[in-house]
Structures are given as structure tokens and as C-alpha cells.
């Protein structure tokens, strides 16, 4: 009787999800380049930059930290890399300790950031006799914010950060609430609250900072300028790549071939952008937007509409990887197939062009092993059997996706190698933890969707059953799970020394702030781009700044 209720339930389509359709429609769908403007845009860049050059050579001491800061913020710093580590270099050899806590916070993190050893004791001299966090300081507003923000790049076993959290988190609010600061520090405030800076979109971060450096009265309208200029050249830059990837999508009709699966495509690129902005990354941008689209539609096939068995077949034949053998799937399952074959089909061609086909097996077994995993997940799901705790680690390691997006871009970097293959694959510490704070800050975000009103079971399940616990202390605790793999990150990304390319690293934490950026607050922004991606799409790809 067991054995005839699981035959039955192999052949059961799980409740199907009716997404939205794409909130976006057709406003992306052609976009010319003017060659004309962009070339416009090119000389008056160049022009600026000389002079902020120039700026950056002169200052010294703390002018030199700010100034450093503020070409970060706007999104300025790709074109200044050479001098700014020169500069960077000597304040950490110079080794100068500062008074306040606004300039000795500042210099911490700007040294953390890149990758600098430096040590928390130099906080020691703003606490007291119990080691807590003097209370004068919560009258320095300034001096708050720039500890709020060196306190969010901590690694483990820093007490003094970890304690500077909670501290300046409750006094900026308090003086938010209060109503007592003015602009732009009122805007400074609230936006760290929202996403401290080094866990945003460098992109995202820079669009908003510009807004706000605007209404400084002791902005440098040189860099000012220079933001603006350089922003709505990218915008052109990234108006074109997204008509491009529109009319890359809409030829595969999916959106009508395959109607159970999210069109979200202007989203995907959201991801491209995050893992890099500069112009000199279009093929990663495309490509991850791609690779990202793909893991949608082959998530949401196992997910929201194949049946245990469907599922078991797609993957027994895409792990043989022979478009001969797609007669035996499924008519909507065939669509899925040749797109992924096709999307492979470009993949080679352009990894052989690139002299990157090394990378070609490593992308293929990508995209099988996610097939396993999600039909793995899927098994657990349908027939309620959630695994011991560590095999679902393991599971979702894979799941996030991770290894199919970076290989999927890997062509497209010229830094990439074969040990660079090798090394991502061998699942180092820090590939893992970047996997599992995608994991779980989308769990937290979408076990309410997957757990189709409570009809089936999720991760969250799994850690309720394995730990004894509530479904609010589980959540509780994908909490501070994501905040322990932050530190451990941070603490990775300070390995200087690693033989790895410094940008494949910075890949990585890019991952885990797209992941941030896109289920903020526990939402699937992803599923529902309304609140959360929306409005940054806006900001990034419509609307141009006003110079």
C-alpha cells in the first residue's frame, strides 16, 4: 500500500504558483547608443580626472581619508586604483593614530576594505573602565556612523565591534527619531541604517550617494560633477546591455512556452551589475544575467511544476548532456532543455573565442550538479522526508547557485585560469560561506512562498525538527548565521596574500550583497520586485541625473 502511495505521489504536480508578470513590460526593449554622447561624456571625464588626480596627490592625513571615502562612495574609484592604494599604502605604513572616533573609524575601514591587517584595539581609547562604549560618544553623530560602518567589515572575536553595533545603531536611531539632524548627515544616517556601505551594490550605493554628496555644503563640485558625468555614461552603457539582454530573452518565448516560470530577466541583470559595474565588465554582466535566468527557469521548473518523476528524467538526461535524447521529455521540458543547450552553445563558442575553453567542462557540470540538488530538494519536499541537518547544508551549498554563475562568467575575465577553476570548485571556506548567507537570507525570504501555505515542508522546517525550536527562532537564527558568515568573509577578504585573483574575491562578497540587496528586510524582492529591485532599476536604467 506504501509503495503505491509513493508511485502516486511521484506522479502529482505540486500546487503551481502564478507569478506576476515582468513589471518592466517592453520599456527596455530597443535602446540606441548615441556614440556621439558617450564620446562627449569620455572627454569631460578624462578632463575631471586629472584634477581629482591632482587632489588625490596633495592630501594627506584625515582630508586624504575623507577624500579617499567620498571617490568610493560615487562609484569613482575604478578609474583612481593605482593612486589610491599608493596613498593607502602609506597611511597604513605611517601607522598615525587619530583622536576621534570619526577618522580613526574611517581609516580602519578604508584599510580593512582593502584588505589591510588592522586591529580593533585602536577603538580601545572610547571605552571605559568595563570595556563598554563611552556614552559622551552617542552625542557624536559623525563619529557614530563611522563606527556603525567599520563595525559591519568585523571578523570574529572583535568584542569591541561586535558591541559598537548595537551601540550606534541605537543612538542614530534616537537622533533620527528625535528629528535633530539636519541634511545631508539626516540622509547619511538613514541610509547606513537601511545598508551599512560595505554590504550595498557598489552601483546602488554610489547612485545614492551622489544624491546626497549633492547637498553638501562642503562638496568639491569637481568630484561632484565627475560622479554625474561618469554615472550617466554607465547608464548608457547599461541601457544598451539591457536591450540587448530583452531581445535575447524574448526570442526564446518563454514567458508563453513555459508560464509557470518567473520572467524576470531585468532582475537578472540587477545581479550582473552587482557582481561588477565598471564598463570594462560587460561580458560578466551579461553573462551572469544570463547564467541567472537560467537557474530561475530550472528552479521553478523542479520547484512549481514537474512532477517527482518529470523531474527524475530532466535530470537523468541533461546529466548525459545529448540533445538526441530529448524526445523523451515532456513537450515544456524539451523548451527548457534546448534552452539551456542553446545557452551552453554560446557558452563554448565564446569561452573558445576568449581562450578560456578550460572552463567549458566545469560550466557543463555546473548545470548538472544544480539539476541534481534542486531534484534532490524537490524529493525532500514532495514526499516530506527533510533530511538530517548537514546533508542540507550540503545540498544547498549547490543550490545557491553559486558555481553555475561564476563559471558561467568566467570567460568573460581575463585573470581566470585553470587553478582559478580549480580553486572554486574545491568548495574553499570562504565559496561556502558566501553560498550560505545567499542561502539563507533567501530562505528568510521566500519560505513563505515555498512553503505553499503551509502544504509542504522547508528548510525552515529542518531546522525546526533538527534543533527543537520555534519557526520565529529559526528565522532568528538564519539571522545570526548570515552575520557569522559576514565576519568569517571579512576575515577571508583580508587574506592578502591569497593566490587567488583579488577580483574573483570580490565576486564573491558582491554575491552576498546582491543576495542583501535583493530579499532586504526577510522579502523576495526577486519574486516581487515591486518594493525592494524596483526602485533601483528606476534609479540605475531610467532615470538619468540631471547635471
Known amino acids: 500500500m506504501a509503495s503505491i502511495l509513493s508511485s502516486c505521489l511521484?506522479?502529482?504536480?505540486?500546487?503551481?504558483?502564478?507569478?506576476?508578470?515582468?513589471?518592466w513590460g517592453d520599456t527596455f526593449s530597443t535602446f540606441s547608443l548615441d556614440e556621439q554622447v558617450q564620446e562627449k561624456y569620455e572627454k569631460a571625464i578624462e578632463t575631471l580626472k586629472q584634477e581629482v588626480r591632482s587632489k588625490l596627490v596633495e592630501a594627506t592625513s584625515g582630508k586624504l581619508l575623507i577624500l579617499v571615502d567620498t571617490i568610493e562612495r560615487l562609484g569613482l574609484a575604478y578609474h583612481f586604483e593605482t593612486e589610491i592604494e599608493e596613498k593607502l599604502e602609506r597611511i597604513y605604513n605611517e601607522d598615525q593614530e587619530?583622536?576621534?572616533?570619526?577618522?580613526?573609524?574611517?581609516?580602519?575601514?578604508?584599510?580593512?576594505?582593502?584588505?589591510?591587517?588592522?586591529?580593533?584595539?585602536?577603538?580601545?581609547?572610547f571605552t571605559d573602565e568595563a570595556h563598554k562604549m563611552k556614552e559622551m560618544l552617542s552625542s557624536d553623530v559623525e563619529g557614530l556612523l563611522s563606527l556603525y560602518e567599520a563595525a559591519h567589515i568585523r571578523i570574529h572575536r572583535e568584542d569591541i565591534?561586535?558591541?559598537?553595533?548595537?551601540?550606534?545603531?541605537?543612538?542614530?536611531?534616537?537622533?533620527?527619531?528625535?528629528?535633530?539632524?539636519?541634511?545631508?548627515?539626516?540622509?547619511?544616517?538613514?541610509r547606513a541604517l537601511v545598508h551599512s556601505f560595505h554590504r550595498g551594490v557598489p552601483i546602488i550605493e554610489a547612485r545614492v550617494y551622489i544624491s546626497i554628496y549633492e547637498k553638501d555644503d562642503s562638496r568639491d563640485e569637481i568630484i561632484l560633477k565627475l560622479a554625474k558625468l561618469n554615472f550617466n555614461y554607465l547608464q548608457n552603457m547599461y541601457k544598451e546591455e539591457l536591450s540587448e539582454l530583452y531581445r535575447w530573452w524574448n526570442n526564446f518565448d518563454l514567458k508563453s512556452k513555459?508560464?509557470?516560470?518567473?520572467?524576470?530577466?531585468?532582475?537578472?541583470?540587477?545581479?550582473?551589475?552587482?557582481?561588477h559595474f565598471e564598463p570594462q565588465y560587460s561580458y560578466v554582466r551579461k553573462a551572469v544575467a544570463k547564467a541567472t535566468q537560467m537557474v530561475s527557469v530550472l528552479d521553478d521548473t523542479y520547484d512549481n511544476y514537474a512532477t517527482l518523476n518529470e523531474a527524475q528524467l530532466f535530470t537523468d538526461v541533461l546529466e548525459r548532456w545529448d540533445m538526441n535524447e530529448i524526445g523523451q521529455l515532456p513537450n515544456y521540458m524539451k523548451v527548457v532543455y534546448q534552452y539551456i543547450m542553446s545557452i551552453y552553445e554560446d557558452y563554448k563558442r565564446e569561452a573558445?573565442?576568449?581562450?578560456?575553453?578550460?572552463?567549458?567542462?566545469?560550466?557543463?557540470?555546473?548545470?548538472?550538479?544544480?539539476?541534481?540538488?534542486?531534484n534532490i530538494e524537490q524529493n525532500w519536499i514532495m514526499e516530506q522526508k527533510m533530511p538530517l541537518l548537514e546533508e542540507y547544508l550540503k545540498n544547498s551549498v549547490i543550490t545557491s547557485s553559486i558555481f553555475v554563475m561564476f563559471t558561467a562568467h568566467f570567460p568573460g575575465m581575463k585573470s581566470v585560469t585553470q587553478e582559478t577553476i580549480d580553486w572554486l570548485l574545491s568548495n574553499p571556506k570562504i565559496v561556502v560561506l558566501t553560498a550560505m548567507i545567499g542561502r539563507h537570507i533567501d530562505d528568510l525570504g521566500s519560505h513563505e512562498r515555498e512553503n505553499k501555505e503551509g502544504k509542504y515542508l522547508t528548510v525552515v522546517d529542518c531546522y525546526m525538527k533538527h534543533y527543537g525550536i520555534s519557526k520565529e527562532e529559526v528565522l532568528s537564527m538564519f539571522e545570526v548565521?548570515?552575520?557569522?558568515?559576514?565576519?568569517?568573509?571579512?576575515?577571508?577578504?583580508?587574506?592578502?596574500?591569497?593566490?587567488?585573483?583579488?577580483?574573483?574575491?570580490?565576486?564573491?562578497?558582491?554575491?552576498?550583497?546582491?543576495?542583501?540587496?535583493?530579499?532586504?528586510?526577510?522579502?523576495?524582492?526577486?519574486?516581487?520586485?515591486?518594493?525592494?529591485?524596483?526602485?533601483?532599476?528606476?534609479?540605475?536604467?531610467?532615470?538619468?541625473?540631471?547635471?
Not at 542614530?172 to 539636519?182: A, D, K
Request: aromatic content about 12%; charged content about 25%.
Open 161 to 190: 565591534l561586535e558591541e559598537a553595533v548595537p551601540f550606534t545603531k541605537h543612538h542614530l536611531t534616537r537622533h533620527v527619531l528625535s528629528q535633530s539632524l539636519e541634511s545631508p548627515l539626516e540622509d547619511k544616517v538613514k
Open 98 to 125: 587619530y583622536d576621534d572616533l570619526f577618522t580613526t573609524a574611517l581609516r580602519f575601514r578604508l584599510l580593512r576594505q582593502h584588505q589591510y591587517q588592522v586591529s580593533c584595539s585602536v577603538f580601545d581609547k
Open 10 to 23: 511521484r506522479d502529482i504536480r505540486p500546487p503551481v504558483t502564478v507569478f506576476s508578470p515582468s513589471m
Open 258 to 275: 513555459l508560464p509557470y516560470a518567473r520572467d524576470r530577466s531585468i532582475e537578472c541583470y540587477l545581479w550582473g551589475i552587482a557582481f
Open 352 to 374: 573558445t573565442k576568449q581562450g578560456k575553453s578550460f572552463a567549458i567542462p566545469s560550466y557543463k557540470e555546473a548545470v548538472k550538479q544544480l539539476a541534481r540538488a534542486y
Open 481 to 547: 548565521l548570515v552575520e557569522d558568515a559576514w565576519k568569517d568573509i571579512s576575515k577571508e577578504w583580508a587574506n592578502k596574500t591569497s593566490s587567488i585573483p583579488k577580483e574573483i574575491v570580490e565576486q564573491l562578497v558582491n554575491y552576498a550583497r546582491a543576495a542583501e540587496m535583493t530579499y532586504q528586510n526577510s522579502e523576495d524582492g526577486y519574486t516581487n520586485p515591486e518594493k525592494n529591485l524596483g526602485p533601483h532599476i528606476v534609479a540605475l536604467f531610467v532615470d538619468p541625473i540631471v547635471i
